[in-house]
């Protein structure tokens, strides 16, 4: 009895220990369950003993425990561990045997069998590994330790990555998986997995960032280890939960720069670091550009990383081909490294990899230079033309070249920028001045203008200089020479065809003038004798009467016919035409009716329609079709919709003028008269207007 008392007494003991050191979750961090032994015992020693257990045991009891041989095929391995513990109290109220090394002998021989019980062999793929994974006992598992831990989600979500990873060892892969897609794990895991796994990710909602730490952290444990388990449980993991959550990969990468310079002598590590940030980028751009830039862009000069970051990069670009929630997050501390590296040779990245950066600068810089170029370009412009040096590579200077030209086009404030550094950088200046000269029948007429007083105020600071001799008189004459090409390319920019038309009609108007007010009338002036006497007078007179005549005639016509016609018509066609109508109204009422639903179908789905058009089409034709929208918009609203009121307006009062005129009777013989006067009016006018502009003329001559 006093023995039994003594045991009872041990087991409680034990208990308090291990609440009181590992507290509610045993030890979760390591991901090992230990029993607290006496001091004397020394059976198996350590915590993957007989009596040693984790939270999910048949998850992680392969990891150097030793069970009995003999396990129950319906026994779990929770079972197993409070079982065990009972036979050890069970075992402790018997005297120990007399010879300490015949127990020793007998765990020996029992270790063997212990383990190869405990040893989960690996699937060829892991396809193989998830079919025959079992979700009812999952689930099971997963319920045991809800109800042994109620209130410490962190264990549930460690028991499932602990279980996942230990029933899915297939053979590892690259710790980047480049020869799979890039949500590989994933995309393997079939419906009622993914239920479970974000069903239980919901719950533990509080705790998932630590949990995204102990899958990385417990991943870089695995790969100390030789040979180690494959690590396909803890990425399905972190798949799952960057797919609802990529801000928690956002939310400290300053701890895992630090963690992975900790780790930069050993590539496979870093790696894994960074493709586990990375799968923040495939939910949202926006944290996927913060993981690159933060993480990504310091190892491009590592040899080892570097293929990785630019292909994630790639990827990443890729996936979101609509740009414009991505902008204001590259600026030009990110931008102008890119930069560099795009362009400047021999530097860390290989050949290969600096073109395929290259390819990817376009987009880049769009993101760099975001939604409104117009107020921020002037800020990246120092560091354009500070590049922009005789020295530099050809691909490199052309670009740099294009970007100034697009920094002085779009932000007007970009030409003070370039006044205030204009002395310090002679020589790059003198580059973007010859720039501007040899394209100059490109500049738009904005630019143009703004660059001639600017290229004014260089040629005061060049005579300036070459006054001072304070600076490099080389720069400074090329500088002057390069200003004055420009100023005499503005000067003979083309030839002034309007001004010449303007003053020749200016002096065709004076003459004609003259030459009617000198003679009195338009008849006895010489221009009227030169046009008789080349028969351009009659031949306008003839035409005149042709055109009067049968305008007169047709007119007639249509008077004396139209009415009979329409009449008869009506009479004609009339019933046939309101049958017709008939017909139509009830096709279009049918056809309405039957395509109700199919007009509902494409409601519903035209907005999904267009966000895969968005997301599919490049960004060069969504602002195409942006720009297009706005300048419909805009020529609707500023010149269309007011030029259709004005004749709406005007309209209506030659209306109410013609009516008054008319006597409030519209008259066919009254719209006659009108027309007549009309034309006899301006005919008239027209000749006292060339009378008088003749007269102005000729006395404006005979004064000088």
């Given amino acids: 009895m006093r023995t039994a008392k003594n045991a009872q007494a041990l087991s409680d003991l034990q208990r308090v220990a291990r609440w009181f050191f590992f507290g509610e979750s045993g030890m979760a961090a390591a991901g090992r369950w230990e029993v607290v032994r006496k001091p004397g015992r020394k059976g198996t020693g350590g915590g993957g003993g007989p009596a040693g257990r984790k939270a999910l045991g048949e998850a992680n009891g392969g990891r150097g425990l030793a069970p ?63 079919k025959a994974l079992d979700l009812s006992e999952l689930q099971k598992e997963l319920d045991k330790s809800l109800n042994m831990f109620p209130e410490n989600p962190s264990v549930w979500v460690k028991d499932l990555a ?51 730490d102990h899958c990385i952290y417990t991943m870089l444990q695995e790969l100390d280890k030789t040979p180690g388990e494959s690590l396909h449980g803890y990425r399905i993991c972190i798949q799952a939960v960057m797919l609802d959550n ?10 895992y720069l630090e963690l992975l310079r900790s780790h ?52 990443l670009l890729m996936m979101h081909p609509n740009l414009t929630k991505g902008f204001g ?24 990899l600096q073109e395929q950066l290259r390819q990817l600068y376009p987009r880049l810089k769009v993101l760099a ?15 354009f033309l500070s590049r922009t040096t005789p ?29 205030q550094l204009y002395i310090k950088h002679l020589s790059q200046s003198s580059l973007l001045l010859n720039h501007f000269l040899e394209t100059w029948d490109h500049t738009s007429k904005k630019v143009r203008k703004s660059l001639q007083e600017t290229v004014h105020l260089f040629q005061v600071t060049n005579e300036e200089l070459t006054v001072k001799g304070q600076h490099n008189i080389q720069d400074v004459a090329v500088c002057s020479a390069v200003c004055k090409n420009l100023l005499l390319k503005m000067k003979a920019s083309g030839f002034p065809w309007s001004r010449l038309v303007l003053v020749l009609l200016v002096f065709t108007a004076g003459f004609l003038m003259h030459d009617i007010r000198t003679r009195g009338s338009f008849h006895a002036s010489a221009s009227a004798h030169v046009l008789r006497s080349s028969g351009i007078l009659s031949a306008s007179q003839q035409a005149w009467n042709k055109v009067s005549h049968y305008s007169v005639t047709g007119y007639s016509w249509l008077e004396a016919n139209v009415p009979l016609y329409y009449s008869h018509v009506m009479t004609v066609l009339g019933p046939n035409l309101q049958l ?28 999904r329609l267009i966000e895969w058009l968005q997301a599919r089409l490049p960004d060069s034709v969504l602002h195409l079709v942006e720009s297009l929208k706005e300048l419909l918009l805009f020529l609707m609203q500023n010149y269309l919709l007011p030029a259709v009121n004005y004749i709406i307006a005007s309209l209506e009062n030659i209306w109410k003028l013609w009516v008054a005129s008319c006597n409030d009777e519209g008259s066919w013989d009254c719209l006659r008269r009108q027309l007549a006067n009309l034309t006899h009016s301006s005919w008239t006018y027209l000749q006292d207007a060339t009378i008088a502009i003749k007269d102005w003329a000729l006395s404006i001559i005979s004064r000088h």
Wanted: charged letters at 20%.
């Fill in 162 to 212: 602990g279980y996942l990873n230990y029933k899915l060892q297939a053979p590892r892969s690259d710790p980047t998986l480049s020869s799979h897609p890039h949500d590989y794990p994933y995309c393997l895991v079939n419906k009622e997995l993914r239920t479970i796994i974000k069903l239980l990710l919901s719950k533990s909602a509080g705790v998932l960032e630590l949990f995204f």
């Fill in 580 to 607: 017709v109508w008939a017909k139509v109204n009830e096709t279009a009422l049918s056809v309405s009716g039957k395509c109700s639903a199919h007009l509902g179908w494409i409601t519903d789905n035209l907005p």
């Fill in 369 to 383: 230079f975001g939604a409104k170029p117009e107020t921020t370009l002037h800020t990246c412009f120092p560091s």
């Fill in 246 to 255: 990529p801000k928690i990969a956002t939310a400290n990468l300053n701890k």
């Fill in 68 to 130: 009995p041989a003999s396990l129950a095929a319906s026994e779990t391995l929770f079972e197993l561990g409070f079982e065990k513990t009972a036979k050890k109290q069970n075992k402790e109220q018997v005297p120990p045997p007399p010879g300490r090394h015949q127990k020793k002998q007998n765990l020996a021989k029992k270790s063997p069998a212990g383990d190869t019980g405990y040893k989960q062999g690996k699937f060829r793929t892991l396809e193989d590994a998830l």
């Fill in 329 to 352: 997050m590259i600026g030009p501390k990110d931008f102008f490294p890119l930069l560099d590296f795009a362009f400047v040779p021999n530097n860390s990245l290989s050949p290969s």
């Fill in 264 to 315: 930069q002598n050993r590539p496979a590590k870093c790696l894994t670091i960074m493709w586990a940030l990375g799968q923040a980028g495939f939910a949202d751009l926006t944290e996927g550009l913060k993981v690159w830039l933060s993480i990504m862009l310091p190892v491009l000069g590592i040899r080892s990383l570097a293929p990785y970051a630019v292909a994630s990069l790639d990827r």
């Fill in 391 to 419: 020295d530099c590579p050809a691909d490199m200077k052309q670009e740099l070249l294009s970007c100034l030209t697009e920094c002085l086009r779009l932000d007007p404030l970009s030409f003070s920028v370039w006044k």
